[in-house]
C-alpha cells in the first residue's frame, strides 16, 4: 500500500507540489507546528523591502504536471525559478524538478547579484540534467525550460534557455522581458513573424536551446535592471503565455492592486482562451510595493576638479590661441589642409564618404600651394617657417592623402559587394555570395592607411560569412537532395539530408531554410511512425500509471487497442484486452477494499478507538488517490474530518474539512459541498473566538484577572452565536460553554478577591 501511496503523490498537482518546492527552498515552519512565516524576524535589505509573491500552477489537459516553481527570500538577495519540463513522457517533469533544486541550492552556496553569477548556476543546472540524461537510456530526451531571476531588493537580474518566460511590468505596461529559444521566436528575430503572432505559431515550441540537450545552450542574461516601488514581475510557462496576450496582462493588472486577485484574473483569461485544450501552465507574479533604500548613494559631483579641467583647458586654448594668432599664413595654412585631412578621417568614420572625399580634396590643394621653389632659400625655413613644412613633407603628406583618396575608393567598393554578397546569401544563392566575400576580402588589405575603425568588425564578418556561406552551400544542396529522394519515395534518405541541412541551418541562423526542413523531416517521421508510435507511447503510459491510476491506465489501454484494431494487428490487440481485463479485477478489488476501510473506521470510531480509525481512513484515501475517485476521496477526507471534530480538534478537523471541500468541487455532490462549507465556516467562526479566549487564558495566567473576567465574558457571548447551528452538534456546544463559564468564574472570584492585611 504505501508503494501506491508514493506513486501517487507523483500525480498531485502541480500547485501542491510547486508550494512542497516554495515551502523547502525558504524554510518554512511546517503548520502542524503552529508557526507561521510572519514569525521570522526580518533583516538585511529584505527587511526595507516589501516583495510580495503569488502562483498558481494547473495541470490542464495533460496527466502530470512538468511545471515546478520555487523562491527564496534571504536577507540581502532573493531568487526565483520556474522551469517547464519539456515531455513528461520522456523526463520532463524530472528534469524541471532537478533544474530548479540544482540553481535553489547553487545560489545558496554564496547569493550575489551578477550577471556572470546568474549564467554560472544555469549552466550548473544544465550539467546537472545533461550528465544524468547521459547516464540513462531512458532519461535520454529529458529537457526543460528555465526562467530565473535574482534580486539585492533594489535591481535584478534575469535569465532564461527555452520559452519559459519574464516579463517585467512598470506602470501597468511591459517594460522587459526575456527571449524565447524557439524557431517562432527566431522567425520574428528575422522579421517574419510579428511578437504578437509568435503565441498562435506552431514552431512556438520547437525549442533551439534548453536545460539538458546535448548541443549545449547559450542563456539569455539581461543587464542589472534599477527597480521602483510599484514594479511588477511575472513568471509564464509556456502553456500560460501562449494562451493570454501582453496587452491582458496589462489590463488585468491595472484593475487591483493585489497580486493574488491579479494571478487569479489571469488563470480565468487563459481558461477563457483555451478553449478547453489548455497543457499544463504556471503563473507567478512578485508585486515590488517597496525597494530597499539601502546601497543607493547619491552622485557627487566633483566641482573642483570640473573647475580646474576647465580652467586649464581655458588656459590651453587662450595659449593655442595667442600660438596660432602669431603663426604667419603658411603656418595657418598648413594647418588648415592637417584639419580637412582630418576631417575626412572623421567623415569616414561616419561613412560620410562625399564629404570625406570633398575634404581630403581640400587638404591635397592646400598642400599642394605650400610647396615653395628652390631660390627662396632655407633661411625662410630656419627662420620663419615651421622646420615641418618643407617641400619633402608636403611631397608625402601628398602622397598620403592620394592613398586615402584611392583607398576610399576602394572602401567604397567593398561596402558595395558586401551589399551584393548579403542579397545573394539572403536569396539562398550561397556559391555566388562565397566567391563575392571572398572577392571582398581580398581587397580589405588595401584600406591600412585609411584608419576605418570599422575595418576589423568588417573583416571578421566578411570571414563568417565565407565560413556560413560555404557551409550553408553544402546544406543547400543536401536539401535539394533530399526533395531528390524524396520523388523517389526514398523517405529515410531524405529525413536523413533534411536532419543534417537542419544542424548547418540551425548554426548559421538560416530561418526560412531552418523552418522548411525541419517541417519536411518531421511531417515524413510522422507520416511512417505515427500510429506504432502512438500505440507504444499509449503502452507505456498505461504501464506507468498502472500502480498510482487504473482508471487513467484502462483509458490508454483503450486508446492503444483502438489503434492495433486499426493496424490489424490481432495479436497485439488481444494482449492489450488481456491487460485491461486484469486491471477491471483491480479495480473492482480495490473498491471493495476502500469500502471495508471505511466501514471498519466508522466502527472504530463509534467505539472510541480515534486513532485507529484515521489511521485505517488514511488507507482509504491512498485507495481513492490511485482510483482517482474524487468523491469518495472527498467522502474519506470528512469522515477523517468528522472524527477530528467529534475529538474536540478543531483546528485540524476545520483543515480537514477545507481539504475535503477542495476535493468536492470536482464531484457534483451539492449536498456534501454544502454540508462541508457549513463545516468550515462554523469551524471558522469558532478558532476566531477562541483566539479571544486563548488571550484570556494568558492574562488569567499573568494574574490580570479583572481583563481576563471582561474577555471571558465576550467570548461567552460570542460562542452563544453557535447555540442551535447544526454544523456545530449540542454536545459539543455544552461542553464548551460549560468549560469556559467555569474560567469566567474563576476570573471573577479572583478578581473580587480582596487580600487580608
Excluded at 267 to 296: C, H, M, R, W
Aim: net charge neutral.
Amino acid at each position: 500500500m504505501n508503494n501506491i501511496l508514493n506513486e501517487a503523490n507523483k500525480l498531485k498537482s502541480g500547485v501542491k507540489r510547486a508550494g512542497n518546492d516554495i515551502k523547502k527552498a525558504k524554510n518554512l515552519i511546517p503548520a502542524t507546528e503552529e508557526k507561521k512565516e510572519n514569525e521570522l524576524q526580518e533583516t538585511g535589505r529584505k527587511a526595507e523591502s516589501k516583495f510580495i509573491t503569488s502562483f498558481v500552477s494547473r495541470i490542464g489537459k495533460q496527466p502530470i504536471n512538468c511545471d515546478y516553481f520555487a523562491y527564496i527570500e534571504l536577507p540581502d538577495f532573493a531568487i526565483w525559478v520556474l522551469a517547464d519540463g519539456y515531455d513528461e513522457e520522456k523526463g520532463g517533469e524530472e528534469a524541471s524538478k532537478i533544474a530548479v533544486e540544482e540553481v535553489i541550492s547553487s545560489f545558496m552556496e554564496k547569493p550575489k547579484l551578477s550577471p556572470y553569477f546568474l549564467k554560472k548556476i544555469i549552466m550548473k543546472a544544465h550539467n546537472k540534467v545533461e550528465d544524468l540524461r547521459g547516464r540513462s537510456r531512458e532519461k535520454r530526451g529529458m529537457s526543460t525550460s528555465l526562467v530565473v531571476f535574482i534580486t539585492d531588493y533594489t535591481s535584478i537580474i534575469c535569465g532564461n534557455v527555452g520559452n519559459a518566460r519574464l516579463y517585467l511590468l512598470r506602470d501597468d505596461i511591459v517594460y522587459e522581458k526575456t527571449v524565447d529559444h524557439s524557431i517562432a521566436y527566431m522567425l520574428y528575430e528575422a522579421n517574419q513573424l510579428d511578437y504578437k503572432e509568435i503565441r498562435f505559431h506552431s514552431q512556438r515550441n520547437k525549442l533551439t536551446q534548453a536545460i539538458g540537450e546535448i548541443d549545449g545552450i547559450k542563456p539569455y542574461i539581461s543587464k542589472r535592471i534599477q527597480l521602483y516601488d510599484g514594479d511588477r514581475i511575472l513568471l509564464l510557462s509556456h502553456g500560460a503565455w501562449e494562451n493570454i496576450g501582453e496587452s491582458e496582462i496589462e489590463v488585468e493588472l491595472s484593475k487591483t492592486d493585489k497580486v493574488g486577485v491579479w494571478i487569479g484574473a489571469l488563470e480565468n483569461k487563459i481558461k477563457d482562451n483555451s478553449d478547453n485544450n489548455i497543457p499544463n501552465y504556471t503563473l507567478a507574479g512578485v508585486f515590488i510595493n517597496q525597494v530597499s533604500p539601502t546601497g543607493k548613494k547619491k552622485r557627487k559631483i566633483n566641482y573642483i576638479k570640473y573647475l580646474i579641467i576647465s580652467l586649464v583647458i581655458i588656459g590651453i586654448g587662450f595659449f593655442l590661441y595667442k600660438g596660432y594668432s602669431l603663426k604667419k599664413e603658411r603656418d595657418i595654412t598648413y594647418e588648415r589642409a592637417y584639419q580637412y585631412e582630418n576631417e575626412g578621417l572623421k567623415y569616414v568614420e561616419n561613412e560620410d564618404f562625399e564629404e570625406a572625399l570633398e575634404s581630403f580634396e581640400k587638404s591635397k590643394n592646400e598642400y599642394t600651394a605650400l610647396e615653395i621653389s628652390p631660390k627662396e632659400g632655407n633661411i625662410v625655413y630656419r627662420t620663419i617657417f615651421s622646420p615641418k613644412i618643407t617641400n619633402i613633407n608636403l611631397g608625402r603628406q601628398i602622397l598620403l592623402v592620394d592613398k586615402k583618396i584611392e583607398q576610399l575608393g576602394v572602401l567604397q567598393e567593398i561596402l558595395s559587394d558586401i551589399n551584393e554578397a548579403d542579397k545573394l546569401y539572403n536569396a539562398n544563392d550561397f556559391i555566388p555570395a562565397e566567391e563575392k566575400y571572398k572577392e571582398v576580402k581580398g581587397k580589405i588589405p588595401q584600406l591600412k592607411d585609411l584608419k576605418y575603425k570599422k575595418i576589423d568588425e568588417i573583416s571578421k564578418k566578411v570571414d563568417d560569412s565565407i565560413v556560413a556561406a560555404k557551409g550553408l552551400g553544402v546544406a543547400y544542396e543536401m536539401k535539394l537532395e533530399g526533395d531528390a529522394l524524396l520523388e523517389f519515395d526514398d523517405i529515410e534518405g531524405a529525413i536523413r539530408n533534411y536532419l543534417e541541412a537542419k544542424l548547418v541551418f540551425l548554426k548559421f541562423n538560416k530561418i526560412d531554410l531552418l523552418a522548411e526542413v525541419t517541417e519536411k523531416a518531421e511531417r515524413l517521421a510522422k507520416s511512417r511512425d505515427r500510429k506504432y508510435d502512438r500505440a507504444l507511447m499509449y503502452e507505456k503510459k498505461a504501464y506507468e500509471l498502472e500502480s498510482s491510476d487504473i482508471n487513467g491506465a484502462i483509458v490508454y489501454l483503450e486508446m492503444a487497442k483502438g489503434v492495433y484494431a486499426e493496424l490489424k494487428d490481432e495479436a497485439r490487440r488481444l494482449e492489450i484486452e488481456g491487460r485491461i481485463l486484469n486491471l477491471d479485477e483491480l479495480r473492482d478489488t480495490l473498491i471493495k477494499e476502500n469500502k471495508a476501510y471505511l466501514n471498519e473506521a466508522k466502527a472504530y470510531a463509534e467505539s472510541g478507538e480515534y486513532e485507529r480509525a484515521l489511521s485505517i481512513i488514511k488507507k482509504s484515501q491512498d485507495i481513492s488517490v490511485q482510483l482517482k475517485d474524487n468523491q469518495k476521496l472527498t467522502d474519506s477526507i470528512q469522515e477523517e474530518g468528522d472524527l477530528l471534530f467529534s475529538n474536540k480538534k478543531y483546528q485540524l478537523a476545520y483543515e480537514k474539512y477545507s481539504e475535503a471541500y477542495s476535493v468536492s468541487v470536482n464531484t457534483n455532490n451539492k449536498i456534501q459541498q454544502e454540508y462541508l462549507q457549513g463545516r468550515i465556516e462554523t469551524l471558522k467562526e469558532y478558532l476566531n473566538i477562541n483566539k479571544d479566549e486563548k488571550k484570556a487564558d494568558d492574562l488569567f495566567k499573568d494574574e490580570k484577572y479583572k481583563e481576563a473576567k471582561k474577555i471571558y465574558q465576550e467570548v461567552l457571548e460570542k460562542y452563544k452565536s453557535l447555540e442551535g447551528n447544526k454544523y456545530f452538534e449540542k454536545e459539543n456546544y455544552d461542553i464548551l460553554i460549560k468549560e469556559t463559564e467555569a474560567k469566567y468564574k474563576q476570573a471573577k472570584k479572583k478578581s473580587n478577591w480582596i487580600p487580608f492585611i
